[in-house]
């Protein structure tokens, strides 16, 4: 009899510390909704949350499992696994109803002898095994002989062209679009995107643009179609290949353009001088230790005074640079589920080792907003066909895919993320041909 009294005792007092503690996290997260436990009950974030976004607890053991390890990394498997379960909005909209400095210190403001003192009934029972993930599990070396980047990049990308197109444009641009009022569809800011590319890079007809990374074919299509230029492009992805190789064929852009499956720093030892170079958000696969190679690189595979074109997404610096690439817990997340081998740059450092490796750095442009319409709107097109990207991608997948827009979408508005289009000439005496004011650039 007293075994069978000690059993609804346990959960009753289960039920009990856990809305103790999260009375304890909504004093210092202050956020607007609520949260659901086992039993039906509910937390609200704040005085009045609302109760349209809310995050159910299923069981006693998602308490424990995040006291033993609290972070990221749990939350993660614990949404994966649907034992913590968003209901009511995507990933971005619960993002929206809290102030981010409050959740990124909540840790060291929570009372943690509160915590301690309920967290008992949860660390004495028997935990469950967590789901497993989709991954990339393997180290990511530094050095080019250490990484397998093709590897790497096949993860990302190589998820199915079909899953791309849930959320890209018709042209399948996997960068910003470029917005001049804010107003335009993806497509039409996508489409000035590439055409400000070509004029920044100054294309004329007959001269030869190296693509590195050339995505699905967008770029190397317009700059061929609208310039007259040939392009030699590069990716390292199967599927970004066979995409881009139909698309060249549909237009009848064979003879104008060459696509291949391979690294472009087999290069290094050719002759071969292009007349133009563009890396349209390549960089950020390349690896800080690899970032010299690259611009050492671009400078032998130009022509003298030719142009470099260079997007790229950042971090902010900071005062103190020591610890700079120490990953933080979504970085960890993005390096380990959705972006392997990533890491992102500070503006200045690209401009420096531009500027030291023989590249004079003509114009630099900050694509911050861009980049925020971009990624929501990417965000929002997910969402919208969720169930489609779940019976491509898995279940476990498509809510990375959500949380990773979630968390640049927040970085990019926060500016601890940003975004630089930065033009480059090879270093030579003398003027550059290239005309001293942007007035070119942006014609009316």
């Known amino acids: 009899m007293s075994e069978a009294l000690s ?142 980047d093709q590897e790497m990049i096949a993860f990302h990308y190589d998820v199915s062209n079909e899953f791309f197109q849930l959320f890209l444009d018709d042209e399948m641009v996997y960068s910003n679009g470029y917005y001049l009022t ?49 392009v030699h492009g590069f990716t390292l992805s199967k599927e970004q290949l066979a995409f881009a190789q139909t698309k060249v064929d549909r237009m009848g852009l064979n003879d104008q353009i060459t696509l291949e499956l391979k690294d472009y720093r087999t290069l290094e030892g050719e002759s071969e001088l292009y007349d133009k170079i563009a890396q349209v958000e390549m960089f950020e696969h390349v690896g800080w230790e690899n970032f010299d190679t ?7 595979l130009l022509k003298p005074r030719g142009l470099y074109f260079h997007q ?19 970085m960890n997340f993005i390096t380990t589920h959705i972006f392997p081998g990533g890491e992102l740059d500070y503006v200045g450092n690209s401009v420096t080792n531009m500027g030291r490796l023989g590249l004079e750095v003509l114009d630099v442009e900050c694509l911050r907003e861009h980049y925020i319409l971009t990624i929501t709107e990417w965000e929002r097109r997910l969402t919208a066909r969720r169930d489609e990207a779940i019976a491509e991608a898995g279940y476990a997948r498509t809510l990375f895919w959500q949380m990773y827009f979630a968390l640049f979408a927040k970085a990019f508005e926060r500016t601890s993320c940003s975004n630089y289009a930065i033009v480059a000439a090879k270093r030579a005496p003398g003027l550059t041909g290239v005309p001293m004011d942007r007035s070119t650039l942006y014609p009316r």
Request: net charge positive.
């Open 312 to 330: 790229a997404t950042t971090r902010r610096g900071g005062k103190d640079l020591t610890n700079f690439r120490k990953a933080t817990g979504a």
């Open 7 to 148: 059993q609804p005792a346990a959960k009753s007092k289960r039920l009990t510390a856990a809305h103790r503690m999260l009375a304890e996290v909504a004093l210092h997260l202050q956020a607007d909704f609520s949260v659901i436990l086992w039993d039906g009950s509910a937390v609200p974030m704040k005085p009045g949350a609302a109760d349209d976004l809310t995050i159910t607890i299923t069981s006693p053991d998602v308490i424990r499992r995040l006291l033993l390890k609290p972070g990221l990394p749990t939350m993660v498997k614990l949404l994966a696994g649907k034992e913590l379960l968003l209901e009511g909005g995507s990933p971005l909209d619960f993002a929206n109803r809290w102030d981010h400095g409050r959740a990124v210190h909540l840790l060291k403001r929570i009372d943690r002898g509160l915590m301690a003192r309920n967290a008992l009934p949860f660390l004495l029972q028997r935990g469950t095994d967590p789901a497993q993930l989709p991954s990339y599990l393997k180290e990511a070396g530094e050095t080019k002989e250490e990484r397998d």
């Open 182 to 230: 804010g107003d335009e569809t993806l497509e039409k800011a996508q489409c000035d995107k590439l055409d400000l590319i070509c004029r920044k890079l100054r294309l004329q007809p007959g001269e030869r643009l190296l693509e590195i990374g050339c995505g699905w074919g967008a770029l190397a299509c317009h700059a061929a179609k609208n310039y007259g230029v040939h």
């Open 294 to 300: 690259h611009f050492e690189l671009v400078r032998k």
